[in-house]
């Protein structure tokens, strides 16, 4: 297909503090189609927020190194990109939402002003090739000051209270004034790290339909960050599931959800989840602990919790089997066609 | 028939504020009988975790009774307080910030034994901390680290073994799951309801997570803004939910499932208002989509339908 919009390759991204390495995301492939969702899903230490700053270029100086691999964003690698070329693509054609609305507003500006700030930075500067065409002019004051307001309307708060401080809103409405920011330059790329775990469920809910009525309303594609499966199958169009720095298993909603070919650890990961519709008495809850990514392990990542295991999980490294869209890392599959 | 090992009879806490009084738990009556368990579900800010203090009198009452085991532990001074504390006890949603931090494995759990059951002999003590560490499932050789050392499902188990370490009968669990991973979530679940079996002890569950809630509660209480408004045996709220916030609160759960069509969300409008003087009526009013004259004019009488199935509503009457 010709409408990959992000295409990441052998992506291989280690942190290095005190003399020990961390391997935090280790030779992942994804893809990402236009206007599609794709769903990151896995456990705190997986890998899912590296990634994610590493397409932005915002892992930590001299700290966190991308090792190995490609990130084509419509064709350009966006490692081999400067960093003030990175510097305008942030926030104008890939755009992020990060998890803790709380924290990612600044408690002495009113919002509307870092809204509008966004704007203002974009205009300030040059043009470059990644940029789509309406982006490209300047905008005046006038029309910055319209375009906080619609975009408030948007998400859903009144522009009577662009003035108002992050402190004089609730946790749903400051996550609505992120998903503004993020969205007010109408980026190609939306990356929506866990945007709403901190939230309740019935807010939960009205900010995902929020997400998603916009990034229809402006085309946007969306890598969707969560450790929640049902999120996913309400949202995404495509899903991997990482384990240790890894995509065990990758596929369309409907292969992961359905079919009886999957890797043992998404199996475990379904199964642990309390069932609402169902009447379980006891979980099914995956034994054991993650491997901790400073140790060098052989064999599959997941070998030492897995029902499954057999002799040659703790030695060789699974291979992908492939079949359509579904990919999976596992010795149990690997073997078949 | 079973006893209630608790129960309160119109529990208040009022917090005093600039703007008046701030009505966190607002007549509340609950029983939870011997060796069963209560969930109270709900949103942040609802009161839920208040609730759960004043039970264990960790804040002090505004006004109503808490009957433990028959006795009214309201009237009770500091000195009585402090042998009832022994039966009833709290574990805490955070395992980061409830350990101190400079305590070891051993000396966290060894705490509560000395400074509550005034065991002092070392012998005993150790004896006593590693049979805690092995019914809680923590490796005895993890005896001398730090709680920074250790991952959050493993500190939550620390947290347990304490509160286990004095043999209470009644635990309130104030959210001790909502800050693990799924994988490990299940295990701690596994883990408290095992233990319920074996020492038939008696929970009141805290959680905002409905389908945490559903596997560990024989009964459930929806708590908005103060007052309980449905309580249900744990299978007849999912299957027969009454209440239009119950019943949005359930829609409002993403199910992992596969869908041939995208489902359509439904949403219930607004935020939840304020608690400071709240006004008559029904509190969930302004986002019920169901909403009429007669909700906003007096409290709504909070009614048992059928069999243990209670609700605040005007539709139910």
Partial sequence: MNDVLLDIQDLEVTYEVNNEVIRAVNRINIQLHKKETLGIVGEAGAGKTTTALSILGLLPKKIGFVKNGKILFKGQ???????????????????????????????????????????????????????????????????????????????????????????????????????????????????????????????????LSIMEDLKDKLDTSMIMITHDLGIVAETCDTVGIMYAGQIVEFGTIKDIFTGDRHH?????????????????????????????????????????????????????????YVKGSHRIKCHLFSCTD | MSIPLIETHNLKKYFKTKAGYLHAVDDINIQINKGETLGIVGESGCGKSTLGRTVLRLSAPTSGQILFDGKDITKYNHKQMKIAKSDMQIIFQDPFSSLDPRMIVFDLIAEPIKEILGIKNKKELETKVFKLMETVGLSDKLVNV????????????????????????????????????????????????????ERNLTYMFITHDLSVVKHISNKISVMYLGQIVETAMSEELFSNPLHPYTQALLAAIPRAKYYEKKKVREIIRGEVTSPIEPKPGCRFAPRCKYVKAECTLADIDYIEISKDHYVACVLHK
């Fill in chain 2, 146 to 197: 730090y709680p920074h050392e250790l991952d959050g499902g493993r500190r939550q188990r620390i947290g347990i073994a304490r509160t286990l370490s004095i043999d209470p009968q009644f635990i309130v669990c104030d959210e001790p799951v909502s800050a693990l991973d799924v994988s490990i979530q299940a295990q701690i679940l596994n883990l408290l309801m095992d233990l319920q079996q």
């Fill in chain 1, 264 to 320: 043992p650890y998404t199996v475990g990961l379904i199964n642990s989840l309390p069932d609402i519709d169902s009447n379980q008495d006891r979980l099914k809850a995956i034994p054991g602990l993650m491997l901790s990514p400073t140790q060098i392990t052989e064999g599959c990542k997941f070998h030492n919790r897995c029902p499954k295991c057999f002799d040659k999980c703790s030695t060789i490294e699974p291979n992908e």
């Fill in chain 1, 77 to 207: 690698n966006l490692l081999d990109l400067e960093h003030e070329l990175i510097r305008q693509i942030r926030g104008e054609v890939i755009s992020m939402i990060f998890q803790d609305p709380m924290t990612s507003l600044n408690p002495v500006i009113p919002i509307g002003k870092q809204i509008a700030e966004v704007l203002e930075f974009h205009n300030s500067v040059y043009q470059n090739s990644l940029m789509s065409e309406k982006n490209k002019q300047k905008k005046t004051k006038a029309e910055i000051e319209r375009l906080v307001e619609d975009i408030l309307q948007m998400v859903g708060i009144s522009p009577s209270r662009k003035h108002d401080y992050p402190h004089q809103l609730s946790g749903g409405m400051k996550q609505r004034v992120v998903i503004a920011i993020a969205l007010i330059c109408n980026p190609e790329l939306l990356i929506a790290d866990e945007p709403t775990s901190a939230l309740d469920v019935t807010i939960q809910a009205q900010i």
